[in-house]
């Protein structure tokens, strides 16, 4: 996006002033491309194939299955609402501490570090720690219980809140570095003519930032949720598997490894890439509204 | 604060001080301990090098820098402990700082939208603004779809506006060509005429200022040389610096004269000696003569302060000509003559004697 400038007339083709040859620099895109092709491309489109191919009944009866069966189906809104608020508050927690270290000092470095911890610790390692710390034997509830401020053990594991708050903590890192990296983007001398022209800390927050960032945003909120939604550890580890956080990857292993039936698991999948794409797709659309431009503030 | 101080007496800048650095960095004094006073409808050109402390001193008067000791005044109020966004100056910056996501309309409106203006008055001053800069038909576009010189326009309908006390510009013309920065200076120059707000001006081009300004105030590493009308500092700088600044290309060192008095004194060095004019006293130490090229007279005949030399080079200026010539004692000139010279041509130079400035080392 923004002005970009090509030169009348001249494009130049390598390819043809060599004739039919293949410019040999493409074949460097080989190794990266198998890998695609191999590890991604196929097992996806196997795996599509094989969706419609159920043990028995016609080419769309996981499909049916899916949507009919009361164990399957309810999965999607349970992850939705899993991953939708774990995101929301990864990308409200961001915001206003990335707007806070958009000044390079010798505090954005330490205190981005440390806020970025979490992403070297890995899902199960986060999820071993809640149990020991935020378990109702934890000493979060010990010294809460201590101070009189609760009188019944806390209870942060093994249900809904435990997973969403293992998600916001092996989330935020990177939610947080996307929304730093667009926030630095944008140019300072634009707050500094809004501040000459009358508008407060808020306002320039409010008229300058936020607009400029609601691309980004959109797009943070799309990779986030995307990783949120496809939640499986901490959903076994640290929530309820049976029922308040019956995710659709764990139906999908169900099917896959309890049930033995690749087809359906192959099925749930799908669905689960689907509702995926739609929300991308919603959101995206969304940021079709924004300005999408460059973020600096004119010439030079 | 909007309205309320839409008119002014006096801008008071008292000892203005800000340095920068502490205790990982050594401090050093950006801008020291300027003062000045801007009245009603002044323009005034703040002038220097790069790195003299100009935009600094500007960022101080917009708030958008805090000082480090002194104060500035708005009349009787004390401006300085003021966030930027209650002192009402409209300031245009160098780069244009246009929000890009906002129309050329919402963009010049935004101020007065800041200050609670209601949508119809918005609308009409916004409109007087925008024709006013002669950008009428840019109004519904976003800045990326505007060229420089339009943006810099957009830029300065946004900052008068608000209708400010004061208009500060930090260099405003240095991305534009050539061309558009002659123009774009009448437009300026326009402006501050039917508006007579108090600008203050940021330039490191001294055309810009010496047309521009009523004063222009120049600085060196963030102290004040000269405060003066324009053609003050360009026929009388007051130190060597300011006059190397304002197009004085020949200075030549001469020996120290003892006792040397205000008024005609005879300079001289191995090989030469001319008379010149010393405007302050000074204190012993080499004597230096600063000559613009223009002064000086080029030709056959040997005149009154008058040194032989020969033509080195000549650039073909069109309406005249640098020529670069030797003189005795291995000293090079510049003059800038429309009588025909060649390269090897042995002539005259001479110089009347008051427009030789003579002064002390630089400090």
């Given at each position: 996006m923004g002005a970009s400038v090509t030169t009348a007339g001249e494009t130049v083709h390598h390819r043809s002033r060599r004739g039919s040859r293949i410019d040999p620099a493409y074949l460097l895109l080989t190794p990266a491309t198998l890998f695609m092709l191999l590890l991604f491309v196929y097992p996806f489109l196997y795996g599509l194939l094989l969706s419609f191919e159920p043990e028995k009944g016609g080419w769309l009866s996981n499909y049916r299955t899916f949507f009919s069966n009361d164990r399957l189906w309810p999965t999607i809104l349970t992850t939705l609402k899993i991953a939708g608020p774990a995101t929301a508050i990864n990308l409200a927690m961001a915001i206003p501490l990335a707007y806070r270290l958009r000044v390079k000092s010798r505090y954005q470095k330490w205190v981005t570090a440390i806020l970025v911890v979490p992403i070297t610790l890995g899902v199960v390692l986060i999820a071993d720690g809640m149990l020991t710390y935020l378990g109702p034997k934890g000493w979060l509830s010990q010294t809460l219980q201590a101070v009189h401020l609760i009188e019944e053990p806390v209870h942060l594991t093994h249900n809904y809140i435990g997973v969403v708050i293992s998600l916001v903590i092996s989330g935020f890192p990177f939610v947080f570095l996307l929304v730093l990296s667009y926030i630095t983007g944008i140019d300072p001398v634009l707050a500094r003519a809004a501040a000459t022209l009358g508008a407060n800390p808020w306002q320039q927050f409010r008229h300058v930032y936020l607009p400029l960032l609601s691309p980004g945003l959109t797009m943070a909120f799309c990779l986030a949720f995307v990783q949120a939604f496809s939640v499986y550890p901490s959903a076994v580890l640290l929530g309820a598997p049976a029922g308040p956080t019956r995710v659709i990857s764990i139906a999908a292993y169900e099917a896959a490894f309890e049930q033995y039936d690749a087809p359906l698991a192959s099925c749930v999948a799908m669905v689960m890439g689907l509702v995926q794409l739609a929300v991308v797709g919603a959101a995206l659309g969304l940021r079709g509204l924004f300005y999408r431009g460059p973020v600096t503030g004119g010439k030079g | 604060m909007s309205g309320k101080h839409s008119d002014f007496d006096e801008l008071r800048l008292v000892s203005v001080t800000r340095t920068f650095g502490g205790a990982t960095a050594p401090r050093f004094a950006a801008l020291q301990d300027l003062s000045l006073v801007v009245r009603r409808g002044e323009f005034i050109a703040l002038l220097g090098p790069s790195g003299c402390g100009k935009s600094t001193a500007l960022n101080c008067i917009a708030g958008l820098l805090q000082l480090s000791s002194g104060g500035i005044w708005l009349d009787e109020t004390r401006i300085d402990v003021l966030p930027p966004e209650r002192r009402g100056f409209g300031m245009v910056f160098q780069n244009y700082a246009l929000f890009p996501h906002m129309t050329v309309r919402k963009n010049v409106g935004f101020g007065l939208r800041m200050r609670g203006v209601p949508p119809g008055d918005i609308r009409r001053r916004v409109d007087h603004a925008m024709s006013l800069v002669q950008i009428e038909g840019q109004a519904e576009k976003l800045p990326g779809q505007l060229s420089g010189g339009q943006q810099q326009r957009v830029a300065i309908a946004r900052a008068i506006v608000i209708e400010p006390p004061l208009v500060l510009m930090d260099e405003p013309l240095s991305n534009l060509?050539?061309?558009?920065?002659?123009?774009?200076?009448?437009?300026?120059?326009?402006?501050?005429?039917?508006?007579?707000?108090?600008?203050?001006?940021?330039?490191?081009?001294?055309?810009?200022?010496?047309?521009?300004?009523?004063?222009?105030?120049?600085?060196?590493?963030?102290?004040?040389?000269?405060?003066?009308?324009?053609?003050?500092?360009?026929?009388?700088?007051?130190?060597?610096h300011v006059a190397r600044f304002m197009g004085y290309r020949n200075v030549i060192d001469f020996d120290p004269v003892p006792d040397a008095r205000v008024g005609q004194v005879t300079l001289r060095r191995q090989g030469m000696s001319l008379t010149g004019t010393l405007r302050h006293p000074v204190n012993g130490g080499r004597l230096f003569a600063a000559i613009r090229p223009d002064d000086i007279t080029i030709g056959p005949a040997q005149t009154f302060n008058s040194l032989p030399c020969g033509v080195d080079y000549v650039e073909y200026c069109g309406r005249d000509s640098m020529v670069d010539v030797s003189v005795p004692g291995g000293v090079k000139l510049h003059v800038r003559t429309s009588s025909p010279v060649s390269p090897g041509d042995r002539l005259h130079l001479s110089v009347p004697p008051e427009r030789v400035l003579v002064y002390a080392a630089d400090a």
């Open positions: - | 060509d050539a061309k558009l920065r002659i123009e774009t200076r009448a437009e300026i120059r326009r402006i501050h005429r039917e508006l007579g707000r108090a600008t203050i001006y940021v330039t490191h081009d001294q055309d810009e200022a010496l047309s521009l300004a009523d004063r222009i105030v120049v600085l060196r590493e963030g102290v004040v040389q000269q405060v003066a009308p324009p053609h003050e500092v360009y026929s009388q700088p007051a130190n060597l």
